[in-house]
């Protein structure tokens, strides 16, 4: 099993920045691709940002310029660094990772971090 542990969200200012990580722990093999999604209620929860272990990254268009994902491997963390925010990027923010235990590959989830954007 593998547990992951979001933190640093938060309340902050339309224009404020926020630095989210996520950290992964337990029976740990090899993690493949992480990223970060996020939720607003009443809706589905959508990608954001992914990285590859190698460090390509992927982002949804609406963030492209203001969101930047990186990870160490070294400690398995991803981080989502959020500058320039916008009312519109309120939500939870979840964590996932793509873990291969040598036989299985396995989705992991975090328990999410809320971010509050006033306008």
């Known amino acids: 099993q593998v547990q992951l542990v979001e933190s640093g969200g938060g309340l902050v200012q339309a224009g404020g920045s926020l630095r989210l990580s996520c950290a992964a722990s337990?029976?740990?093999?090899?993690?493949?691709?992480m990223g970060w999604y996020r939720q607003v209620p009443g809706k589905q929860r959508e990608l954001v940002a992914t990285?590859?272990?190698?460090?390509?990254?992927n982002y949804v268009d609406s963030v492209k310029g203001r969101f930047t994902i990186s990870r160490d491997n070294a400690k398995n963390t991803v981080y989502l660094q959020i500058d320039s925010l916008k009312p519109e990027d309120t939500g939870v923010y979840y964590c996932?990772?793509?873990?291969?235990?040598?036989?299985?590959?396995?989705?992991?989830w975090g328990q999410g971090t809320q971010v509050t954007v006033s306008s």
């Open positions: 990285i590859t272990s190698g460090g390509a990254t």
């Open positions: 996932n990772a793509d873990h291969y235990d040598g036989k299985y590959l396995n989705d992991y």
């Open positions: 337990g029976s740990i093999f090899r993690i493949n691709a």
